[in-house]
C-alpha cells in the first residue's frame, strides 16, 4: 500500500498580488514561495518520500524541485504530468479574487476550462496514481487540483468542490485514495 501526500505549491506573484493564475499564467515563486517549499522539504524528509509528480506550471515544478534537492531525491526523476495543472480560467486568469465568484454560473467565464473536465482530468490522475508501484509519493500542484481530488475522494458531487477547504501554499496533506 502507498502513501500519498499533497502539497499546494509556494506562494507565487499572483497570490501577492490577489489575482487569479490559471493555467494559463505561469506564475512565478516569490521569496516567500522559495522559503515555504524548502520548510515543506524539510518536513517531507520525515517521510520517505520515493516518488515525485508535479504539475508543468512553473511555481509548482520549482516548489517539486525545492523539496527534491531537501530530501536527496534526483531531480530528473520528478514526473510532470499535464493532468494535474492548474484550471485554465480563461478571461478569469489575472483577475482580482472576487471576481471569478461574482458569476452565478462560474462555468460560463469565456475561455474557463469547465468543471467536468476538470473532474475528468484528476479522475484520470487518481487512476493513474493508484498504479504507482511507490512507496510514499508526493504531488504537487495548485488549489484547484487538491479541491477537486478532495472531492472525489470523498465521493461527493463535482458541483461542490469550488466550496472545499483551501489548501494553504506548501503545506503538506496526507491523502488517502479510495479503494486503497
Known sequence: MSNYYFVR??????NTKQVHAGSEDDSPLTDKGVHEAVIAGKQANKLDIDYIVSSPQKRASDTATIIA???????????????????????????????????AEYDE?????V?????????????????????????????????????????????????KERADNARIIKINLSNE
Do not use: C
Not at 75 to 100: A, F, H, M, Q
Not at 109 to 113: A, F
Not at 131 to 141: C, E, G, M
Not at 142 to 162: C, F, I
Open 9 to 14: 505549491h509556494g506562494q507565487s506573484l499572483a
Open 69 to 103: 534537492h531537501a530530501i536527496g531525491y534526483q531531480t530528473d526523476k520528478i514526473v510532470i504530468d499535464n493532468s494535474i495543472r492548474e484550471r485554465g480560467l480563461g478571461e478569469g486568469s489575472g483577475k482580482p479574487y472576487g471576481w471569478l465568484e461574482s458569476f
Open 109 to 113: 467565464i469565456p475561455g474557463l476550462e
Open 115 to 163: 468543471t467536468i473536465e476538470v473532474k475528468k482530468r484528476v479522475e484520470h490522475f487518481i487512476e493513474e496514481l493508484k498504479k504507482i508501484k511507490a512507496k510514499n509519493i508526493l504531488i504537487v500542484s495548485h488549489l484547484g487540483v487538491y479541491r477537486m481530488l478532495d472531492t472525489l475522494l470523498h465521493g461527493e458531487p463535482a458541483s461542490s468542490w469550488l466550496n
